[in-house]
């Protein structure tokens, strides 16, 4: 029987596994199908996180978490949790192929998925022009001209990395004010190849067989239609967490949520389910930072160790 399972590999997930084990648990094991690291291995440029004085890429940041966490025994399967079940005391993970491990406690760190922003066409051309991920798929625009939506930290730090790549970025957003910090509405603003498109909606994304050829946007104040001619477009419009494992066979879920999904923890990261942890963004109130969620993952490990204590 597991001491502790973490489901999730992001920088929740494997701050907890490296506290867990070198406050020593002795068989933890963190369940993340791909490679660790989490979603932040798909952002083009950090810049906050303490210590790290150069800006670099999401990757690069996390390319030494899984080894230092392994030195210390943290296990890694490669498999995705379909379920947390509990039973008395013990805890049943299963896996999308159906195996089943025993735990004493749990950690759901799984993070959170791009949401969708709902225009017409959005579904249809996803993978095809549509894209949520600029580190991954800026390249395939080099020297043309895209379109980006959202008017958060995520929108504005990628059309500055996309405008290094792409002739021209039109910045979508629906209101004339953004969200993002004030340095990255600034470094936007520097952008002279960023042309903002505020105080619109998406109408549609149209294409063709080879995909994504355009989309037009509304005026909110003139209801003006507008046609953007671009061949890609990205979609930073937020995130949704990810509780699917803790739904159970009659559709409720196995610990508190709140109205959106995300997991209801006090400060030590405890659910309302005794050895029932949660960190990072699947948590309320997240902050939705790497430092953050390693810090989660930090406290929830001290947490458990104490709780299995
Ligand atoms: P966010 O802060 O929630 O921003 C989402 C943006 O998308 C908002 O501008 C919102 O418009 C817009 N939006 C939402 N739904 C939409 C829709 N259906 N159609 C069109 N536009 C829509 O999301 P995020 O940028 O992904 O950031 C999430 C969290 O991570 C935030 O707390 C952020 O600070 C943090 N983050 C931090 C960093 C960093 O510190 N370096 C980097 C990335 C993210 P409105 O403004 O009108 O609501």
């Not at 505020?198 to 994504?212: H, I, K, L």
């Not at 671009?230 to 739904?247: M, Q, S, T, Y």
Request: with cysteine; hydrophobic share 35%.
């Amino acid at each position: 029987m597991l001491d502790l399972a973490i489901i999730g590999g992001g920088p929740a997930g494997l701050t907890a596994g490296l506290y867990a084990t070198r406050g020593g648990l002795k068989d933890v094991t963190m369940f993340e199908m791909g490679m660790p690291g989490g979603q932040i291995t798909g952002s083009s440029e950090i810049e906050n996180y303490p210590g790290q004085g150069e800006i670099m890429s999401g990757m690069d940041l996390m390319q030494n978490w899984p080894e230092q966490c392994q030195k210390f025994g943290l296990k890694h399967e490669m498999s995705q949790v379909s379920r947390v079940t509990k039973n008395g005391d013990i805890f049943t993970v299963t896996t999308s192929d159906g195996k089943t491990q025993e735990a004493k406690s749990v950690l759901l760190a799984t993070g959170s998925v791009p949401r969708k922003a709902g225009f017409k066409g959005e579904n249809e051309f996803f993978g095809r022009g549509i894209s949520t991920c600029a580190t991954c798929d800026g390249f395939f625009y080099k020297n043309k001209e895209v379109a980006l939506v959202g008017g958060g930290d995520s929108a504005l730090e990628e059309a500055v990395y996309l405008s290094k790549i792409c002739s021209k970025v039109y910045l979508v957003h629906r209101r004339d004010t953004y969200r993002a910090a004030p340095s990255t509405i600034e470094h936007m603003k520097a952008c002279e190849n960023i042309e903002e498109v505020t105080n619109v909606t998406v109408e549609e994304v149209y294409g063709d067989a080879s995909g994504v050829t355009g989309l037009k946007v509304k005026s909110k104040e003139s209801g003006e239609i507008r046609d953007l001619a671009v061949p890609g477009v990205f979609v930073f419009v937020g995130r949704d967490v990810l509780n699917e494992p803790l739904k159970q066979e009659d559709g409720s879920f196995l610990c508190d949520l709140d109205e959106q999904g995300q997991v209801i923890v006090d400060l030590k990261m405890k659910t309302s389910v005794p050895g029932l942890y949660a960190a990072g963004d699947v948590r309320i109130d997240a902050a939705k930072q790497v430092v953050c969620a390693a810090g989660d993952g930090a406290t929830a490990a001290v947490n458990i160790i104490e709780y299995l204590g």
